[in-house]
């Protein structure tokens, strides 16, 4: 067992209350963490943990650039607090791909040009990866819709849509 | 053997498998040094005041407040003005606009800086505020010298004219929403030293900024920039504020400091793109053939010079778009009010002159009661001496009739056309409204000065390249295009050359990766250094080996002299072993272009790019709701450098073009706060907002006239205008919901509340005809 790691920022003097104990399975490995009632889980990751891959667009939950998976249901890090999460597990970005190998959704995102600037992929992918597991999409209509919480400024739309499309058709060319 | 293809190979992004995996480092993903402080600013809750008392001691007594800043504080100029001294980088005495920065902090902590600037006690004196555009024009407050380009006596030209129109339109800003936020992080070195990672389109600027505010020579300034999560336009120059207040922070305490924007703050603190109102009078004939026009162009500068000058004079350039005038006046007022001062966005003027044609066009048009698309075709440049532009530049290279023509086929405009014609008429809610129309979009900078560039490329003794140059990658694909260009180039695998960071370090005294020019500017700069590599290799190989120099020929990853052959790697080692420079720089200069600002006269474009887009719209008219149910785009640029990211670049410019004319509305409140300043009340467009039948397409017979890099064209900004199709649609499904009574007064953006009033609008004259009729 790990030991309990504890908030290394120095003390915020607030005379609020301190920190709560959680046990979360991240990508895979289960960490035993402090964290104050106020953090979220996406500056958990992001300031805490090292995981920089989820972003901080807008901070309001309506981006979409720090979606996540959390017990394989897709959430915005930025509105989910920590605490609330004890016993989950949390699958980012960095924890999709196995063993070296690119989550199919990663490799049709590669293969599709699904992204400009990059800044809405990890969400974007995460979001994918989430509505395919829930199998409530079946047309491009379908697909846009549900992915229409995860906003991309460059546009990258019409990509991201055959990315999504060519993993649930499963008609991967592979690479 | 063949020579390696890199250049019009579809690579896919250079960063993709970073990207997909979350490992591309973005600034706030580079670990925070030791000891790093976190920045946040205090924001004025007036438009115009005079700062009558600042008490900050509560904030700089505030649970991890190491530092608290305010503009006096500045070893050196409190200025961020890109071209003129006349913003502070953190305001003195008096506020100019709602949210401007007034003091800034450095805490242990995001939380506590942002927590600590909350506690600043203001008092303020109100001051006159001109928030809107019809403010400033009521108040004649300008902001900077109004300009004019003419040609020909339009007003004697219009009096012989057969018809005669005037009207005036209204076309709304855009906020960049950039996914990644403003961004920097300096970090003091020794001796005066600043080293600061900027999420920056303009690193030298950012640079000569920072020198600027703390008192020091440029030299000791390092601005690095190795990608942003979107730029747009929006970190062109307002990236140096960001990164000015971070550098002075980092001075005053010694230690890192990271300042990063929240998204509110970020929208309510940078500027936007130019709200205009356009004023015109046009004399045409019974073909609807223009014969004179007069504009009136009103910018909405806001609060400082920024690049306000250079855009509203894009506006300007763009008034033509693709038609000819024989008689043209075309003047430009500079605005000056009490917000946020705008600046450059994707187009930098162009959209903002561009649809205001095209409105006059459709305007003529429905007068005429013919298809916009046929008066369109009837004004469009031609061979001399209908290729004069209004500020007296030859259209040398109009390639747009053949992609007129290709398009209208292709997406068959006309059939649609008398389709939706009896669609609407068996439809008594919902209406449909087709248009096609034309983008010609000048390249280069109109800023001569600004159209250079240039790169450092290095071999190392293992075959091994660093390539590095002036230009910012902001996900427009840049760094791949030149990697290719270079590649093709030494006949090595792209894998071979390492793409580093813009690093003001590296190569100096660079250009803003904007107006569209970072390919043509840097992979021409690239180009020429991996030249000056490759002549000194070849120099030294004919020499060792005995062959003439045209005999040493660098093919597909090796280099061939003679009979003989060897890799780049073994011709690299012994060229260090004979004491031969790896390392190149490159140099690029665009030719032909001149420009006499004081005449309006000249060739402040290189050359155009092309392209035209046709879309179908429809529209609620009970509740102004509308979608775009098709779009089909034809894009000229040139010969593709890799049509993967030339693709991207069309759709994502029509998509954030379709956001600025539909759904992207900015809305200040009476007290000149910006109150869309966060997703919630800002709506960029999401995949579902997507035209569900989308068919984009690259101009297939492309190339470039002029001798730009491989014959490509620029395609950073050009496809955002293709958008205007979309407007254009909405506007004909207005008019097509209430025949016969002329022509929809609609502004921009489209939303469903402005369709709904034009549609009301539109009826009410009706009922005023019918009145009317029933009287006689």
């Keep these: ?175 | 053997m063949t020579r390696l293809q890199a250049v019009a190979a579809p690579l896919p992004h250079d960063s993709a498998e970073l990207h997909v995996t979350g490992r591309a480092r973005y600034v706030d993903d580079l670990p925070e040094p030791q000891g790093c402080l976190h920045a946040a600013v205090g924001q004025s809750a007036r438009a115009h005041a005079r700062i009558v008392r600042m008490d900050l001691s509560r904030v700089a007594a505030a649970p991890g407040v190491v530092a608290v800043l305010t503009g006096a504080d500045f070893p050196g100029l409190n200025q961020i003005g890109p071209v003129l001294l006349d913003e502070p980088a953190l305001a003195q005495h008096s506020v100019d606009y709602h949210g401007q920065a007034v003091f800034a902090v450095a805490a242990t902590s995001y939380e506590l800086a942002r927590r600590a600037v909350t506690l600043a006690e203001i008092d303020y004196e109100d001051l006159p505020a001109a928030i809107h555009l019809e403010d400033a024009l009521a108040e004649n407050l300008d902001l900077l010298l109004p300009y004019e380009m003419r040609r020909g006596d339009p007003d004697a030209a219009m009096a012989r004219s057969a018809h005669f129109l005037e009207g005036s339109f209204r076309l709304g800003g855009q906020d960049h929403f950039y996914l990644e936020g403003q961004i920097a992080l300096a970090a003091p070195g020794e001796d005066g030293g600043m080293d600061v990672h900027a999420s920056t389109q303009h690193p030298t600027e950012v640079q000569h900024v920072v020198a600027r505010c703390l008192g020091e020579i440029d030299a000791k300034v390092r601005v690095e920039c190795r990608r942003m999560g979107g730029g747009f336009g929006g970190k062109e120059t307002q990236a140096n504020q960001i990164a000015a207040i971070a550098a002075v922070l980092a001075r005053k305490t010694g230690r890192p400091v990271k300042f990063r924007l929240d998204r509110d703050v970020d929208m309510t603190l940078t500027g936007k793109r130019h709200d205009f109102r356009i004023d015109y009078r046009v004399g045409f004939d019974e073909d609807g053939r223009i014969e004179a026009i007069t504009f009136g162009q009103a910018a909405r500068g806001g609060c400082s010079a920024d690049l306000t000058g250079a855009i509203a004079d894009r506006a300007m350039f763009h008034a033509d778009n693709a038609y000819f005038f024989p008689h043209v006046r075309i003047r430009s007022r500079r605005l000056k009010t009490h917000t946020v001062s705008n600046t450059a966005f994707r187009g930098f003027g162009g959209p903002q002159g561009m649809l205001g044609i095209e409105e006059v066009i459709d305007e003529i048009a429905r007068h005429l009661g013919r298809d916009p698309l046929d008066v369109r075709r009837a004004n469009l440049y031609g061979p001399a001496p209908r290729n004069l532009t209004p500020y007296h530049m030859e259209v040398e290279d109009f390639v747009l009739p053949e992609i007129m023509d290709e398009l209208e086929q292709s997406s068959g405009y006309r059939e649609r056309r008398a389709a939706i014609e009896a669609w609407n008429r068996t439809s008594p809610v919902l209406k449909r409204g087709i248009a096609l129309t034309p983008v010609k979009f000048g390249i280069s900078f109109t800023t001569s000065h600004l159209n250079q560039a240039g790169a450092l490329i290095q071999l190392y003794t293992d075959g091994s390249v660093l390539l590095n140059h002036g230009g910012t990658e902001m996900g427009q694909g840049l760094y791949v295009k030149v990697q290719q260009i270079v590649a093709e180039e030494l006949q090595i695998p792209t894998g071979l050359i390492r793409i580093t960071a813009a690093d003001t370090s590296k190569v100096p005294n660079t250009s803003p990766t904007a107006a569209s020019s970072g390919t043509d500017m840097n992979g021409m700069a690239a180009l020429a250094a991996a030249r000056t590599l490759k002549e000194r290799l070849t120099t030294f190989a004919a020499e060792k080996y005995g062959v003439p120099a045209h005999k040493v020929v660098f093919q597909d990853g090796a280099i061939l002299l003679g009979e003989h052959r060897m890799s780049l790697r073994e011709l690299a080692k012994e060229a260090w072993m004979a004491r031969v420079q790896l390392s190149a720089t490159g140099y690029y200069a665009t030719p032909k272009i001149h420009y006499d600002r004081d005449q309006a006269h000249g060739r402040p474009f290189y050359y155009f790019a092309y392209g035209a887009a046709c879309c179908e719209a429809v529209i609620d008219t009970l509740t102004g709701e509308n979608r775009i149910l098709r779009a089909d785009l034809l894009h000229d640029v040139g010969r593709s450098l890799n049509p993967a990211i030339d693709r991207g670049q069309i759709e994502g410019g029509f998509v954030q073009g379709l956001g600025w004319l539909t759904t992207e509305e900015l809305w200040w409140t009476k007290e000149g706060a910006l109150a869309s300043h966060a997703p919630s009340t800002y709506k960029i467009p999401c995949a579902s907002d997507l035209p569900r039948d989308f068919r984009v397409a690259i101009w297939e017979r492309g190339r470039n006239q002029e001798r730009s890099v491989h014959r490509s064209k620029a395609v950073g900004e050009p496809p955002l205008m293709l958008a205007i199709a979309a407007f254009q649609a909405i506007k004909d499904a207005i008019a097509q919901a209430v025949p016969g009574r002329g022509s929809p007064r609609l502004d921009a953006p489209a939303t469903p509340e402005r369709v709904l009033f034009a549609v009301n609008e539109l009826r009410g004259r009706t009922a005023a005809l019918d009145l009317a009729r029933a009287a006689e």
Excluded at chain 1, 14 to 38: A, F, Q
Excluded at chain 1, 51 to 76: F, P, W
Excluded at chain 1, 77 to 96: I, N, P, Q, W, Y
Excluded at chain 1, 139 to 168: F, H, K, P, T, W
Aim: hydrophobic share 35%.
């Design chain 1, 1 to 175: 067992m790990q030991a309990t790691e504890t908030d290394p920022r120095p003390g915020n003097g607030t005379g609020e209350p301190g920190p709560i104990p959680v046990v979360l399975t991240i990508n895979g490995t289960e960490r035993r963490l402090e964290v104050e009632p106020w953090t979220t889980l996406l500056d958990l990751l992001r300031e805490r943990l090292d995981l920089t891959g989820s972003k901080k667009g807008c901070d309001h939950g309506q981006c979409g650039a720090c979606t996540v998976l959390v017990d394989d249901r897709r959430v915005n890090a930025c509105l989910t607090l920590a605490v609330m999460l004890d016993g989950a597990s949390v699958t980012t970005v960095e924890g999709l791909a196995q063993d070296g190998q690119l989550h199919p959704v990663q490799d049709a995102f590669v293969e599709h040009d699904a992204f400009q600037c990059g800044y809405c992929t990890p969400g974007q992918i995460c979001s994918a990866v989430g509505l395919l597991k829930e199998g409530r999409a079946r047309s491009d209509d379908e697909i846009r819709e549900l992915m229409s919480g995860n906003l991309c400024r460059c546009g990258a739309y019409v990509n991201i849509v055959a990315a999504v499309r060519q993993v649930m058709d499963g008609t991967g060319a592979g690479r």
